[in-house]
């Protein structure tokens, strides 16, 4: 999987880079961090640049960070993807559903991640 330094190279030759995905979920009142690094491998070996706050290494709702504060990091991750994919929990989680909003004003692909079907498009009724 390339890197952020192959990403750059490929994008000042000229060449497109390759999709991105942000990972929403709940972060409180504590992240399913395990979970989330399985989805990121999955989707990984698809192809895929995985950005999650996850494992962003800033899983702020952990150690007393503002709540604007993390979610100006998300945002900032968030707004450099091509696709946002949903994780189980995001329809009651605060977070995922400002990223939700964030990613239809970016005209971001829109997808949830079933643990059996694994990627999956999300519907206009799932909403």
Known sequence: MPDLADIQARILNGCDPPP????AMPMTPVADCEFASQVEG???KGGWVVLSPASSGLCACNYGIPKSVWLEQDFWM?????AICLLPGWETSEGAQ?????ARELHLEEYVWDPE????????NHV
């Open 78 to 82: 968030l707004s450099w993807c091509t």
């Open 98 to 102: 400002a990223e939700l909003a964030l």
């Open 117 to 124: 079907l694994g990627l999956t498009p999300l519907e206009t």
């Open 20 to 23: 991105r995905i942000y990972l």
């Open 42 to 44: 999955r989707l990984r």
